[in-house]
Nanobody, 127 residues
Framework: QVLLEESGGGLVQAGSSLRLSCAASGLSFATSAMGWFRQAPGNEREFVAHLRGRSGHTYYADSVKGRFTISVDKTKNTMYLQMNRLTADDTAIYYC????????????????????WGQGTQVTVSS
């Protein structure tokens, strides 16, 4: 059984930083495709970032590029999302997601291709 558990969300002021964590069991991030998505009220789930476990290559949504960093600690089997210079537009529930193997580049933003999801963690940025 694969379980993903996020932590690290909270309420912060605009301009602040937060780091989200996603601990996995039953799946190795070292050989998986993993990512972060977010969903604000009334909106569809939105791609944020992706990391390929084998190569370490990372990909980001334009809206977070240069501010957010996705990383993984393979020894802890934990993925992170470092979020800097947060704005009110970043307010959402953040979900970690993963799937075994690899997702083709053109499909990284497709939520349905990720087989495993965490329960989500709320990030609220006050302006």
């Amino acid at each position: 059984q694969v379980l993903l558990e996020e932590s690290g969300g909270g309420l912060v002021q605009a301009g602040s930083s937060l780091r989200l964590s996603c601990a996995a069991s039953g799946l190795s991030f070292a050989t998986s495709a993993m990512g972060w998505f977010r969903q604000a009220p009334g909106n569809e789930r939105e791609f944020v970032a992706h990391l390929r476990g084998r190569s370490g290559h990372t990909y980001y949504a334009d809206s977070v590029k240069g501010r957010f960093t996705i990383s993984v600690d393979k020894t802890k089997n934990t993925m992170y999302l470092q979020m800097n210079r947060l704005t009110a537009d970043d307010t959402a529930i953040y979900y970690c997601a993963a799937t075994k193997g690899q997702i083709i580049l053109s499909a990284l933003r497709t939520p349905t291709l990720y087989n495993y999801w965490g329960q989500g963690t709320q990030v609220t940025v006050s302006s």
